[in-house]
Nanobody
Framework: QVQLVESGGGLVQAGGSLRLSCARS????????MGWYRQAPGKQRELVAR???????IYTDSVKGRFTISRDNAKNTVYLEMNSLKPEDTAVYFC??????????WGQGTRVTVSS
């Protein structure tokens, strides 16, 4: 059974940093992309960052220069380093995995709260 388990969320003051981790278990064939999405209260889920199988990355404009997505293939883990956090970054952050066969997997989410 495939599982994506996020960790690292919490409460932090504006300007602070957090590192989210997403540990993958179970066998997934032909992973094409892994990423992070977030959903703030009353808002739709939105893309934060993606890292593709070849190593390229994309970020939503609001986090460029502050967040960094990376992966450790040996540990089956994807990270999201978040610096210079702002109150508007407050959300539940979800890990995502997409395959070349159009299968999608989601984690349960980890809450990030940034106080002003």
């Amino acid at each position: 059974q495939v599982q994506l388990v996020e960790s690292g969320g919490g409460l932090v003051q504006a300007g602070g940093s957090l590192r989210l981790s997403c540990a993958r278990s179970g066998r997934i064939s032909s992973i094409n992309v892994m990423g992070w999405y977030r959903q703030a209260p009353g808002k739709q889920r939105e893309l934060v960052a993606r890292i593709f199988s070849g190593g390229s990355t994309i970020y939503t404009d609001s986090v460029k220069g502050r967040f960094t997505i990376s992966r450790d293939n040996a540990k089956n883990t994807v990270y999201l380093e978040m610096n210079s956090l702002k109150p508007e970054d407050t959300a539940v952050y979800f890990c995502y995995c997409g395959t070349a066969f159009a299968n999608e997997y989601w984690g349960q989410g980890t809450r990030v709260t940034v106080s002003s």
